[in-house]
């Protein structure tokens, strides 16, 4: 009685658009749905690195290695700001370490894709990253506190990212008629990963309607899908670039584009493992989780020493 | 797999002269000096501070969020405290 109590007062509280904080009383379902969102976005933020990591060395100048190397180390910082959020749950983080490195938990299926020419990186910027906001800008507003508080600081530093891959395409497609197929061909491979981001459709994605009556969610993935490409087909036709999409046409009637359908057998089965790259992106984590290992384990011998040391004096 | 278990440090930042260190998030190190490090790293890469405190997050004492109806009922019945509370001829000006 006194449990559906508190849950009726919960519900309420959300609904009036009230911040949730660490403390406050949840339902066990709002922290489980939480720490499975934050853990797997942060994750993804962290795997997120390695495509690109795959350039840094082979960037084309010193200029683009500095941006490219700046953009990598905030995806890094984006996954510290959410493995804390997530912390606040009550999950601690050698546990989602230890899930990540397993395989047992999930991450943005956009990653086991491989980064074949520099092109790519200009696609991921401006695709991979502009779907990115595209989800995360409404978790700005998410009943969460540490969580919307997170993504205030991650949407503010993705505008940067987003920004110089679609430059590095402009670059491209300026170029000469080889360095112009090479943007075509990345924006050929990342379109329909791009759009699958954005998560399965709204018949198929039973858990959204909670995350939306508690204000996890604010907008279905079908809809900020087709927000994302009615922003982005503008985007291309500057770029002069062709998306790879026979049925894709505006619709002015709806005031939208119509496009054509997702390939959903690919995406479930990038995520059940089996993607271009699943075993090499987590493989890549194990190996520098175990080499960093000598490192944890020596800075915390030198605090020990160090606190000793003060103890003594 | 071996668990570091650093201690988790809560990170305040001073952006900028003239205003209050201001809660910006929390991060894993091994000691205080590691934990200043890494907030550089992870808090202030786009000139966001000044000034940096960290503290153990085992060491803060908070009040419980279960009790907060009594911890601040004392300053409900006090609207007198506001000076909207005093009601005042238009004629006075700038009060």
Same mark, same amino acid.
């Given at each position: 009685m006194e449990e559906m109590n508190l849950l009726d007062r919960f519900e309420a509280y959300v609904a009036d658009n009230k911040k949730v904080e660490p403390k406050d009383w949840m339902p066990d379902a709002y922290r489980k749905t939480l720490i499975r969102q934050i853990s797997q976005h942060a994750h993804s933020e962290i795997v997120g690195m390695l495509p690109e990591g795959n350039w840094i060395s082979r960037a084309p100048s010193l200029k683009r290695k500095a941006i490219l190397l700046a953009k990598v180390q905030d995806e890094a910082g984006h996954g510290l700001y959410l493995y804390s959020a997530a912390e606040t749950l009550g999950i601690d983080r050698d546990t989602m370490i230890e899930e990540l490195l397993s395989g047992k938990a999930k991450y943005s299926s956009i990653f086991n894709y491989p980064t074949l020419n520099w092109a790519d990186i200009g696609a991921i910027g401006w695709l991979v990253d502009g779907a990115a906001i595209m989800n995360q800008v409404p978790l700005c507003k998410c009943s969460y506190g540490p969580y919307a508080r997170a993504m205030v600081r991650v949407c503010k530093e993705e505008s940067f990212h987003q920004r $110089?891959?679609?430059?590095?395409?402009?670059?491209?497609?300026?170029?000469?008629?080889? $360095?112009?197929?090479?943007?075509?061909? !990345?924006?050929?491979?990342?379109?329909?990963?791009?759009?699958?981001? /954005?998560?399965?459709?709204?018949?198929?994605?039973?858990?959204?309607?909670?995350?939306?009556?508690?204000?996890?969610?604010? /907008?279905?993935?079908? +809809?900020?899908? $087709?927000? /994302?490409?009615?922003?982005?087909?503008?985007?291309?036709?500057?770029?002069?670039?062709?998306?790879?999409?026979?049925?894709?046409?505006?619709?002015? +009637?709806? %005031?939208?584009?119509?496009? %054509?359908?997702?390939?959903?057998?690919?995406?479930?089965?990038?995520?059940?493992?089996? %993607?271009?790259?699943?075993? +090499?992106?987590? !493989?890549?984590?194990?190996?520098?989780?175990?080499? %960093? !290992?000598?490192?944890r384990e020596a800075a915390t011998a030198h605090a020990n020493k160090r606190a000793a040391k003060t103890k003594a004096a | 797999m071996s668990k570091s278990n650093w201690p988790l440090w809560e990170v305040f930042i001073r952006s900028r002269q003239g205003l209050s260190h201001k809660h910006v998030g929390s991060l894993h190190a091994a000691d205080a000096q590691m934990a200043i490090e890494n907030a550089r790293d992870v808090y202030t890469r786009r000139q966001e501070g000044m000034s940096i405190w960290v503290v153990p997050a085992a060491e803060i004492t908070a009040s419980s969020p279960d009790e907060k109806d009594e911890l601040f009922a004392p300053s409900d019945d006090k609207i007198y405290r506001h000076p909207t509370f005093y009601d005042l001829p238009d004629v006075l000006k700038h009060m």
């Open positions: $110089q891959g679609y430059q590095i395409l402009l670059t491209m497609t300026q170029g000469t008629a080889e $360095q112009k197929a090479m943007a075509q061909d !990345a924006l050929n491979r990342w379109w329909w990963p791009s759009l699958m981001m /954005f998560g399965p459709s709204d018949a198929d994605s039973p858990h959204s309607a909670t995350s939306m009556r508690w204000k996890i969610k604010h /907008f279905s993935n079908d +809809e900020l899908r $087709q927000r /994302f490409v009615d922003m982005t087909i503008p985007q291309a036709e500057i770029l002069g670039l062709t998306v790879p999409d026979a049925d894709l046409k505006w619709n002015e +009637e709806r %005031g939208h584009y119509d496009f %054509g359908a997702i390939d959903w057998e690919e995406f479930y089965n990038v995520i059940k493992g089996n %993607g271009p790259c699943n075993r +090499e992106r987590l !493989a890549a984590r194990r190996k520098a989780h175990e080499n %960093g !290992a000598w490192v | -």
